[in-house]
Nanobody, 123 residues
């Protein structure tokens, strides 16, 4: 079983940057595909990005392509989401998620979720 804890959220002005981190417990982190989701007020939770177990396969939602970068450090059991050129519409609670598979299959439900980190982008 994996326990996921996000950190790095906060308030930033439009055009600024933030880096979210997600620390995972357990010895099998390196064999999990990892992802980030977000949920804005009044909206459904949406997929943002995912990364395969070795980092070779990446997916991004169109709205963040070229601005966000997902990465992982298996030695530290941590996955990151670097967010640049932030926009007010990026304001949301960001959730780290894990799948107990090597690759992330789009449209499938994660096996584990973090508690979420608030990101607020002011205009």
């Amino acid at each position: 079983q994996a326990h996921l804890v996000e950190s790095g959220g906060g308030l930033v002005q439009a055009g600024g940057s933030l880096r979210l981190s997600c620390a995972a417990s357990g010895r099998t982190f390196s064999t999990y595909a990892m992802g980030w989701f977000r949920q804005a007020p009044g909206k459904e939770r949406e997929f943002v990005a995912s990364i395969s177990w070795k980092g070779g396969s990446l997916y991004y939602v169109d709205s963040v392509k070229g601005r966000f970068t997902i990465s992982r450090d298996n030695a530290k059991n941590t996955v990151y989401l670097q967010m640049n050129s932030l926009k007010p519409e990026d304001t949301a609670v960001y959730y780290c998620a894990a799948r107990t598979t090597l690759l992330w299959r789009l449209g499938t439900e994660p096996d584990y979720w973090g508690q979420g980190a608030q990101v607020t982008v002011s205009s």
